[in-house]
């Protein structure tokens, strides 16, 4: 599949994502992500990778609109964790004698 990322054309297979990808260890996804195999990995660093291109060259959008064109499960970044509610104080019941 031809696909544009980062101003620069590259005609993407499947089957040599898969390939570049084997034995790299994936980081922590903290934001977009894709199935490769079993793993999830960010898709800045598959992008990286694959096009072996600076991080800050191109953006996770352009990667995960070519990985899922091959037909790679993408995931969008997680929700945020919702804070917890502090914990309010009860006052002592007051009892008049």
Request: net charge positive.
């Amino acid at each position: 599949m031809r696909c544009v990322i980062a101003r620069f054309p590259f005609d993407l297979f499947k089957n040599e994502v898969e390939q570049a990808m084997k034995g790299v260890k994936p980081e922590p996804v903290t934001g977009e992500s894709v199935i490769i195999g079993r793993r999830h990995y960010p898709v800045k660093q598959v992008g990286e990778v694959i096009t072996r291109q600076d991080r800050r060259d191109f953006s996770a959008q352009e990667v995960t609109r070519a990985l899922s064109g091959l037909g790679f499960t993408c995931r969008a970044a997680p929700a945020p964790a919702p804070a917890a509610e502090p914990a309010v104080p009860q006052a002592w019941p007051t009892t008049l004698v």
